[in-house]
């Protein structure tokens, strides 16, 4: 039988393209230590005004075909959801507009040629 020398963590890393990690042999009983991670400068707080929930109420649309809902004017989305409504209905995606102005939902259901999709968004006034 051929015995392999173990590998240590740097040679590991090294292998991989990781930087900055420190040295240590893994073995199956070792404990290992983490260096605490580096704190980043704390970043400005967003100001949040004029909070609002916009709901787009439940629809029967083709499956895959996206529902979007929009903030009012002068507001952006800074949350938002949706939700597949059917027996077997999937959610296949919930996601912020491009612009973030708003938020899409979309989903299937499987054996049926359309499905129940509601969307909200949460919009706010940021500075």
Not at 4 to 9: D, H, L
Not at 45 to 50: E, H, I, N, Q, Y
Request: charged content about 15%; glycine content about 12%.
């Amino acid at each position: 039988m051929r015995h392999r020398k173990p590998m240590t963590f740097t040679a590991i890393a090294a292998a991989v393209g990781l930087a900055g990690f420190a040295t240590m042999t893994v073995a199956a009983s070792a404990t290992v230590s983490v260096p605490a991670p580096v704190p980043e400068a704390a970043a400005p707080a967003a100001d949040f005004t004029g909070y609002q929930l916009i709901k787009l109420p439940n629809a029967n649309v083709p499956n895959f075909q996206r529902r979007t809902v929009r903030c009012p004017s002068g507001k952006r989305a800074i949350g938002g959801g949706a939700e597949a409504q059917g027996n077997e209905a999937i959610l296949v995606g919930s996601f912020p507009t491009d612009d973030g102005l708003g938020w899409i939902g979309l989903g299937r259901q499987p054996g049926h040629n359309d499905v129940g999709i509601s969307v909200f968004v949460i919009c706010a006034n940021v500075s």
